[in-house]
């Protein structure tokens, strides 16, 4: 979070903490619900999946409500939402060596180089989870962060494994 110094060499990534769209949102209350502060509907949906996100939420204790399509699309900042948003505890990156101290003895690992399309990490992390990868180190520069469109794409598979910044 700017204006707040990160902890033991830890870094916030910017715009961190938001989870749109049915199935981010979802995989969240699912996968990790303590780390979901609160969800937000745009109001006036009634649809079925808002329906179970509510449920969702209040089986994990999560506060919900209902507010302005608008105040969803300024927090999506031109991500696609579906009416569906959740704030987030913001998820610290480990460093390297923090990282590399959690693994097991013949971990499953992925390195990632370049990828700058928020998208296209999303969907990496989204298969490393899906294998049961051990760690993901993401580069210092030259990529995409871990924004609401790379949670998005991830669904919830963010929330499933650490994550390293490496030089």
């Given at each position: 979070?700017?204006?707040r110094p990160p902890g033991r060499g830890r870094q916030l990534?910017?715009?961190e903490g938001v989870a749109l769209g049915f199935h981010a949102v979802r995989g969240a209350l699912l996968r990790t619900?303590?780390?979901v502060e609160k969800v937000l509907l745009?109001?006036?949906q009634r649809d079925e999946r808002?329906?179970?996100?509510v449920a969702l939420a209040r089986k994990a204790g999560v506060p919900h409500g209902q507010v302005p399509r608008e105040a969803i699309e300024r927090l999506a900042g031109g991500v696609r939402h579906q009416g569906i948003a959740a704030r987030l505890a913001e998820t610290e990156l480990l460093t390297a060596a923090e990282l590399v101290e959690t693994l097991p003895e013949r971990p499953l690992l992925v390195?990632?180089?370049s990828v700058s399309d928020p998208r296209n990490l999303g969907a990496i992390i989204r298969t490393a989870a899906a294998v049961r990868a051990?760690?993901?180190f993401l580069p210092g520069h030259r990529s995409a962060g871990l924004s609401p469109a790379v949670r998005r794409t991830a669904e919830g598979g963010v929330d499933l494994?650490?994550?390293a910044r490496a030089g």
């Open positions: 979070m700017p204006g990534e910017p715009r619900p303590k780390k745009a109001r006036g808002t329906r179970q996100i390195a990632i180089d051990d760690g993901l494994l650490p994550v």
